[in-house]
């Protein structure tokens, strides 16, 4: 019976509420605006999206089909050892530090 009780009771609130909102000129002006503002907010994201992967895919292209970072590897020959003994470890202190 309590059930039944609460089931009346949320449907009639269910029904002033929404409808009481549904007459509202100022509910129905604040959902067009945040509508709007949902939909400005959408199409700013798609667009920044979209300017942000074009720049990604021709910073990809360019770097698959560029040949000067290529060149520029092999032309500095193989990597230097990092320094050993009490110099080395200043040094990657320091480094660390910064």
Do not use: C, W
């Not at 907010?41 to 910073?59: A, C, F, G, P, V």
């Amino acid at each position: 019976m309590n059930q039944f009780i609460n089931r009346i009771a949320s449907y009639v609130a269910n029904e002033i509420i929404i409808k009481g909102l549904a007459n509202s000129k100022t509910f129905q002006r604040f959902a067009v605006r945040t509508d709007s503002q949902i939909q400005n907010l959408k199409r700013q994201s798609n667009e920044s999206i979209d300017s942000t992967l074009d720049e990604l895919h021709k910073t990809a292209t360019k770097t698959a089909f560029s040949t000067s970072t290529k060149e520029t590897i092999a032309s500095r020959g193989p990597p230097k050892p990092p320094p050993t003994g009490i110099a080395g470890f200043f040094t990657a202190f320091g480094k660390e530090i910064q």
